[in-house]
Each structure stands twice: as C-alpha cells, then as structure tokens.
C-alpha cells in the first residue's frame, strides 16, 4: 500500500465511519479496485484509521466528554458487550471477514431494514444522552455487537438499536458516535498488541502511511458528522436504505461474474 492509496481508503473511511452504510464493505470495493494485497499491515491500517475518525467524535462534542462522570459510566456499560464478545469471537469475525459474501447480504439486509425504521421507530421520548439510563445504554450496546458481522455497519446497528429504544434519530447517532470512542480505542489497541505479537513491526515507511491515514480519516469525517446528522433530522434513513442495497448488489454481482474481491 502507497501513501496515495492510504489516502483514497482514509477519505472512504471518513466518509463512511458514521454513516449506516458499512465502511468495511466501502473498503472492500476500493481496495479490490486498486489492487491492494491483504498483509498483516493492511488489515492494521483498516483498524487503526477508524481511531483517526472517531477522534473527530470528541472535537465536535468536546464539551460532552467533560460535562459529568455519568456520561463515562453509561459508555462503558454499553461498551461491555462489545468487550466481552469481541474476545470470544475474534477468530469467527476475522473468518467473515474472508466472504464478501457474507459483506454484501449484510449491505442488502441492512438496507432492508433503513427503508422501513423511520416508520417503525416514530414514537422518540428520548432526545437527550442526559435521558438515557444504563439499562438502555446496554441494550444499545448489545445491537453494536451485531456490526460484528462484516457489513453490518456499527453506526447503523447502534443507532437502530437506539431508536427501537425510543431514541430520537438525533440521540440514538450522537450516542452511537460517542460508543465509538471507547468501542474503536480497544480495537486499536488490541490489534497493535496481536500485530506486535505475531512478531510484526512497523516501517518508517508504514509509520508515514498510518499516520497520514488518519489525518485524512480525521479531517473527513468532521465534515461527515455535521452532514450526517442534517440530513438524518431532515430527511431520515431511507436514502441510506437504497445505498446499501444498490452496493450490496454491485458486490454480489462482481462476486458472481468472476470479479477477484480482495478482503482487507
């Protein structure tokens, strides 16, 4: 990987980090476009740039992560189930992750689902994270574990996930933002740990690589959040709904006219 494709998958990831549409699955048809060969360091480069786009989290709501130690609390509590089940299941999410199959059905379904939620989940009482008790912050965490499954999109699960939880729109992807933080730090951290432990180490070169992912991840996805959550408030999921079923399709069709997918 050069620092131009570096560039392209950072803007993609930023773009689509926050968006219920599935950045893996983004990824996925940028990287096979280009080429890109799956190593140790390209599946790290994957992981660590979402840390550069959820940092983008706590610049725009700086003043939500230093108002109470409520706040932390019901982060870690919906964080738990992520925790827990990502340790048990590590090796099965890394065995999906070899099916673009598996990437595309979940874009379809996942779509699916997006046209209809505006209209099953219209009865929001909750607006505010101030209003959302721990009992709720772990059911929404538990719906974050769904993403686990390639395609399925962490914005996408957790913010469904929310507002079936009677989370206005605007709550349920502010609150799915802030679980990113703590939800993408760990994936970090553990994927460097195991790169490290696998006996890898990083160039110079991959330094320079990485670190000019994420300041494009980050710079991106500021702008991705302040639009996402416009056009959510004025026009719903609906349009994300297509989205993911048109690029689920174009998947499955390249899968099926003999197109090599390469999973990153």
């Not at 990831?13 to 926050?18: D, K």
């Not at 964080?79 to 990437?103: M, N, Q, R, Y």
């Not at 689902?113 to 912050?137: C, G, M, P, R, S």
Request: hydrophobic letters at 55%; glycine letters at 8%.
């Amino acid at each position: 990987m050069n620092v131009v494709q570096a560039i392209i998958l950072a803007i993609i990831e930023g773009l689509t980090e926050f968006l219920p549409v599935s950045s893996t699955g983004h990824m996925i048809l940028a990287s096979s476009y280009m080429g890109i060969a799956s190593d140790p360091f390209v599946k790290l480069f994957t992981i660590v740039i979402q840390l550069g786009a959820i940092l983008s989290v706590v610049v725009l709501y700086f003043k939500r992560f230093f108002k109470s130690l409520d706040f932390y609390y019901k982060l870690v509590v919906a964080f738990i189930p992520a925790a827990v089940f990502g340790l048990l299941l590590s090796d099965k999410i890394d065995e999906l992750l070899e099916s673009p199959l598996t990437v595309a059905v979940s874009l379809v379904v996942g779509g699916v689902i997006l046209l209809f939620v505006d209209k099953w989940f219209n009865k929001a009482i909750i607006h505010t994270e101030e209003d959302i008790n721990y009992l709720t912050a772990l059911k929404i965490g538990f719906f974050q574990c769904i993403a686990m499954i390639p395609g399925v999109s962490r914005s996408g699960a957790s913010i469904v996930g929310g507002m079936s939880m009677k989370l206005s729109r605007k709550a349920a992807a502010e609150f799915s933002f802030f679980l990113a933080v703590p939800t993408m730090v760990a994936a970090t951290g553990k994927k460097l740990l195991d790169f490290y432990k696998e006996g890898h180490t990083i160039t110079s070169d991959q330094f320079q690589v990485l670190a000019v992912g994420n300041v494009v991840a980050f710079i991106v996805a500021l702008l991705a959040i302040k639009s996402f959550i416009g056009f959510l408030n004025k026009y719903g999921f609906v349009a994300f709904g297509w989205y993911r079923i048109v690029a689920g399709l174009i998947i499955i069709a390249l899968i099926y006219s003999g197109h090599s997918m390469q999973i990153i």
